[in-house]
């Protein structure tokens, strides 16, 4: 038996590269806070790869670095070690609090 579809059928066409180019890629990302014996390392060599279309959800208790790390794609932060490369003139970000007008909502 065959259970390939036929060559004219839409599932037969050719998908997607295996690892499309991303958009964002961060390689051994490190941002610290403070220095010496008070410093904090909010993040710690952080490998990311974000595509075009791809949805990505940030999650985990207070504190972990999070925000931290939404800043770094933002450029609203410089890394403390490590590259950030991106398409960054086709990114948006909306910030969590209210910056520009307290009494507007997003």
């Not at 949805?55 to 950030?84: F, Q």
């Not at 948006?92 to 609090?97: N, T």
Request: proline content about 10%; charged content about 15%; overall charge neutral.
């Amino acid at each position: 038996m065959n259970f390939a579809p036929p060559a004219s059928h839409p599932s037969a066409a050719p998908s997607a590269p295996a690892h499309p180019t991303p958009i964002l890629s961060a390689r051994g990302l490190v941002r610290t806070y403070g220095s010496d014996q008070t410093a904090t390392r909010a993040l710690d060599g952080v490998d990311l790869d974000i595509a075009r279309a791809d949805s990505l959800a940030v999650m985990g208790p207070s504190g972990c670095g999070k925000s931290t790390l939404l800043n770094l794609i933002a450029g609203l932060l410089r890394p403390t070690s490590g590259t950030l490369e991106s398409d960054s003139r086709r990114m948006s970000y909306v910030f969590q609090e209210p910056r520009l007008f307290p009494w507007l909502t997003v």
